[in-house]
């Protein structure tokens, strides 16, 4: 038997972001909520710079520490040197500002 009921949309296997609108939705409430929705979650990941800033930050620690198994030696190397140089930057504003 056939009818004419339109057959409902699969759930796609793939995950959509939070800030897409998922195709063939037929109702135009429905269409302009999830619009809305979406629209509201792009802003909030745009707008939310304490997440941005904690991303990149684990972003480059993990870069790191990829660098660091890839490369011991240069690791305590760069390490060094950066403890020289904050070393020398606080010497140097000490400096300045005793005299």
Avoid: H
Avoid at 3 to 13: E, G, Q, R, T
Avoid at 35 to 59: C, F, Q, S
Avoid at 80 to 93: E, I, N, S
């Amino acid at each position: 038997m056939s009818s004419d009921a339109p057959v409902p949309l699969k759930k796609s296997s793939v995950a959509l972001p939070r800030t897409a609108v998922p195709l063939g939705i037929g109702d135009p409430v429905e269409q302009a909520r999830t619009e809305l929705k979406a629209a509201l979650a792009a802003i909030e990941e745009k707008a939310n710079v304490p997440r941005r800033v904690g991303l990149a930050v684990d972003k480059g620690i993990d870069e790191a520490r990829a660098f660091s198994r890839r490369n011991p030696a240069l690791t305590a190397v760069a390490v060094v040197v950066g403890a020289l140089t904050v070393g020398a930057a606080v010497w140097g504003f000490v400096r300045l500002y005793t005299r």
